[in-house]
């Protein structure tokens, strides 16, 4: 199984990032799929939630600003981050978890965004 992420990078601070994570080995219909992001000296935390009935999740510091959805590739989940503020710098990890037991998760080997001017 792999989770292979791409499109973080640098960005000034009211601009757009696009992450992308592409699901080799599992179909991910029957998975949680999730991005979360660690900032240094911090602890890893859920940014957006995406599950195949269309039901998205989003904490409350990216709400309003970033949107989770499956990509144009099937086994694909895209993460579109506008608005972006300095403290969205962090290295965003994409993750999945299976729906049922005995529920097992995969993660990602991350992208880091730097949002500065």
């Known amino acids: 199984v792999q989770l292979v992420e791409s499109g973080g990078g640098l960005a000034q601070p009211g601009g757009s990032l696009r992450l992308a994570c592409v699901v080799e080995?599992?179909?991910?219909?029957?998975?949680?799929m999730d991005w979360y992001r660690q900032a240094p000296g911090k602890q890893r935390e859920l940014v957006a939630r995406?599950?195949?009935?269309?039901?998205?999740e989003y904490s409350e510091s990216v709400k309003g600003r970033f949107t989770i959805s499956q990509g144009n590739f099937k086994n694909s989940v895209v993460l579109q981050m506008d608005s972006l503020k300095p403290e969205d710098s962090a290295v965003y990890y994409c993750h999945a978890q299976r729906d049922y037991a005995p529920r097992p998760e995969y993660w990602g080997q991350g992208t880091q965004v730097t949002v500065s001017s």
């Open positions: 080995g599992i179909d991910m219909m029957f998975y949680a």
């Open positions: 995406w599950r195949r009935d269309t039901i998205t």
